[in-house]
């Protein structure tokens, strides 16, 4: 059962910016002002509405509403790609009867075409009257691109509630917020509070996330708090903050699970974790290496145990590891020890992984005693028909 | 016509490490021990050989022998897999009645697999008795794997003659040597010299093509020299290294761009040339960046101009951009000036790229006065099948 949280209405329409003619415009709004938060891709070439939401932040504005529209990216698009930010923001807040500053805006979908800002304009205007606290997965829905399914979560406890959806499918890969998502709370706390909780759960979430080693140029994940609990959270140490990180943390990674399986005709999700590694930073890079291995991620769509493609990739980073101490599993069966590898049942494990929806990869390089996990899918002939048979 | 080179002769054989049960083993021998110099995977996670023939390169050892099989890498094999690179060495050396020392052993296919080294001895067995300095296309084929064709050139001037073969196919990615490759002259030279010139060969051809973004375990190129020309080099600004360098150069290209033409399932070269960049490893960087882009690589496969995924990948890496700087241009159309997207026909541009079996894109990034280009190939559903619908 959805949750619906104190505050927030959502709302759909449709601009026409898909093909398909499905709804591709989403409205977040919020009766009272929200602290504000969030993380943004780290690709230099950035749609002109991560510029806008950045610059927001840095100001320590609240918010009050959020645009997205799917179907067209906006990136690329130079001074005009910026204006139509701008306007964007006007016609919102001229209909939300909010102020121009108080309206995030976020894009996905092709790169290097204009917005059409006649059908944008249309598109608010049919959304705005349809505002509703229960209109939630309608909104979910209307900023998906190719995902096969909405992904969305709410969670509550005595003294706060999370809700949120993301979306993802293609151009994902770790350092960067990765996707768009949207998280709404309603626990007091101060912005660089709620600022520490979303670098938190981003990090170990959707920064470890890949389905095509591409990265996105309008990435964004955005926490909102209305403050409107009966609770309020002072400090990172607080007994309440440490609950809301967990309860963040949790949402976070399964979203980003539900990403990764939703990746563009993804079939099987590849869970590597890296221990015995010096830092949790390595550990994560060696495991990030091997799930957007495009050769590993062959095998595994084939149901295919073939560890030594996801061994090539312990190597290839920048990490220095030794070769004769590492040891790997496959679903928790050992296939190499020490540097030598183990005799098993090819057959067995080739079963096991055809009828999972998932596969585990454990690595240890007993180098130290930190370790870190990412997230990939399998590449299958599906994503490369997503990926080549359209016409932009 | 191929051209032989004195003192060379090369065998082929099989040992049964495919399941084809095609020739499996290459010999490349010579009459006279030979100068010998060499460029590595610069993967941690190394087969044996290449650690012995680096080891031979240290220690300036003259060369008489290379035996190469395909179907097992001989990599991720531990102690055993070390003994099975000395036993080949001692096996092909006493057979080929050179020292232990004088033979270099390389291993291209399944990682993680022992070497069957009765199956090895009776395949180098078949093939030294039918050594010939014909044999050069025997033994070209005898190294593929997954490759649809044998690569190879053989190319003289009046001073030198230079021939060779190489194969590539998958987990094929810059910053290595790439793939197994075998380079044979005549020209004398020192043994600095002619590390120099496979060094600057190989930067400009091998270490910029990307299939998969995967490096491998194994790879290598080596040079020999006999030495037996009339002429001389004694040093690398003499006119007749400077063209010996050039003729190598040019091979290496050529052989480059076969090998990512016949990447696993490629049907189009993709030829990244980024310009105006601070330095040339900068404009290396960028260009692999986008060459190795699955999301471009399926635009292309599907002859989509859609340059949107290529800008994208502009920013990805760790050198600084300015977006509003950037000129692109596919195939010498201009699709992008000074951040702007420009208007174009997308419907002559698609037809144009379906016609052709390349496809080039120009980066002019206006930072600097330094350019680079990398290859890639197209990602396709031929490239998933093969490397997801086999059994290890």
């Not at 499905?22 to 943004?40: E, Q, R, W």
């Not at 709404?184 to 660089?192: A, E, G, H, I, R």
């Not at 607080?238 to 967990?246: A, C, T, Y």
């Not at 999972?356 to 299958?380: E, H, M, P, W, Y």
Request: proline letters at 2%.
């Amino acid at each position: 059962m959805f949750m619906t949280l104190n505050s927030f209405q959502f709302s759909s329409g449709t601009c026409g910016f898909k093909k398909t003619k499905k709804p591709d415009l989403a409205i977040i709004y919020s009766n009272i002002p929200c602290t504000y938060a969030g993380v943004f891709t780290t690709n230099q070439i950035r749609a002109a509405c991560v510029d806008e939401n950045k610059a927001l932040l840095k100001k320590k504005k609240k918010i009050r509403a959020i645009i997205v529209n799917s179907g067209n990216a906006n990136a690329c698009t130079g001074e005009k790609g910026v204006q139509s930010v701008k306007n964007t923001q006007k016609i919102a807040a001229n209909l939300l009867k909010v102020k121009l500053d108080e309206v995030l805006i976020a894009s996905t979908g092709a790169i290097g075409v204009q917005l059409d800002m006649q059908k944008m304009e249309a598109g608010i205007k049919s959304a705005v009257p349809r505002l509703n606290p229960e209109n939630f997965k309608g909104a979910a829905k209307a900023i998906l691109t190719t995902d096969r399914f909405v992904k969305s979560f709410s969670m509550g406890t005595k003294d706060f509630k999370i809700i949120g959806f993301t979306k993802g499918a293609g151009m994902i890969h770790p350092n960067m917020a990765t996707m768009l998502c949207y998280l709404m709370t309603d626990l007091k706390m101060s912005q660089s509070l709620l600022q520490e909780a979303v670098n938190t759960a981003v990090n170990i979430s959707f920064n470890n996330i890949s389905v095509d080693a591409d990265m996105s140029t309008n990435d964004m994940v955005i926490i909102l708090s209305n403050n409107t609990s009966h609770r309020e959270v002072k400090t990172s140490k607080d007994p309440l903050f440490l609950n809301f990180q967990k309860v963040l943390n949790e949402s976070c990674i399964k979203l980003a699970k539900q990403i990764v399986l939703d990746g563009e005709g993804a079939q099987k999700l590849i869970e590597v974790t890296v221990s015995g590694a010096k830092t949790e930073e390595n550990a994560k890079l060696i495991a990030r290496s091997i799930a957007s291995s495009n050769l590993f991620k062959c095998a595994i769509h084939g149901s295919d145990p073939n560890w030594g493609r996801a061994a090539a990739k312990i190597g290839c980073t920048n990490i220095k590891v030794n070769q004769n101490k590492i040891d790997i599993l496959l679903n928790n069966t050992s296939v190499f020890r020490n540097g030598n590898p183990v005799a098993f049942n090819k057959v067995k494990l080739n079963k096991e992984i055809k009828k999972k929806k998932g596969v585990r990869v454990n690595v240890n390089l007993k180098l130290g005693k930190k370790s870190g996990t990412a997230f990939g899918c399998d590449l299958t002939k599906e994503y490369v028909n997503f990926n080549s048979a359209y016409f932009t």
